[in-house]
């Protein structure tokens, strides 16, 4: 593997967040003479099975878990071509306790990247402090394929739909040329298309092209 590659990295992560959404004071619980919490519920109409009343009322509940990345590998070749893969996993669940709804938002992206280093590019016969002006050309370029949808579970009525959900194909093309210490050149393309899952929206577009011009003050 030396022989076709420079190196070779491989990275996973992952990140968890417990959130609630608001609680308040239960105005229904009570505790005996000795200070302890009388839970129970005597308006509970199944004996085996009674309501217990906590001492504060929460309203939704949410979990986030990402796997950003899940697998993803840079390579570098002795050409100083780079090329990577990435695969991303990402899920929200909220429990809504007043709607006695779950929401799921499932997502899931796959990344292509790719990348070269062209060296020592004359810009033409532009000259910068008598100096003839030549710098390396960085060319990145990356496919994105992502989908997201949501679903809602009523649990009282045993029913789950999909009400949202959007493939999503991004495309990104950039290329930096270094003028000077302090100037630096852009030229960049983003594509997005949005294709929805359902019938209810409509697909969607949207294109950035543009040459950009970065100044660095700093000394």
Request: hydrophobic content about 35%; overall charge positive.
């Amino acid at each position: 593997m030396q022989k076709l590659f420079k190196t070779i990295t491989l990275s996973n992560s992952y990140k968890s967040t417990y959130g609630v959404g608001g609680y308040s004071s239960n105005l229904l619980y009570q505790q005996d003479a000795k200070g302890n919490a009388n839970k129970i519920d005597t308006t509970s109409t199944i004996l085996t099975n009674p309501n217990f009343l906590s001492k504060n009322i929460i309203s939704t509940v949410s979990i986030t878990e990402q796997w950003a990345p899940l697998v993803k590998v840079d390579v570098t070749l002795h050409n100083s071509m780079l090329a990577n893969i990435t695969f991303n996993k990402d899920r929200t669940l909220s429990l809504g306790l007043t709607s006695k709804t779950i929401s799921e938002i499932l997502g899931n992206e796959i990344i292509i990247g790719t990348g070269y280093r062209i060296k020592d590019v004359l810009l033409g016969n532009l000259k910068a402090a008598g100096k003839p002006i030549k710098s390396d050309v960085n060319l990145i370029g990356n496919i994105s394929i992502r989908r997201n949808q949501t679903s809602i579970r009523r649990i009282d009525e045993d029913v789950s739909q999909t009400t949202a959900g959007t493939n999503i194909i991004s495309l990104k093309f950039s290329a930096d040329y270094t003028i000077s210490q302090k100037l630096t050149i852009r030229f960049y393309y983003d594509r997005i298309i949005n294709k929805p899952l359902i019938s209810n929206a409509f697909p969607t577009s949207n294109t950035n092209a543009g040459i950009s011009l970065r100044l660095s003050l700093s000394g």
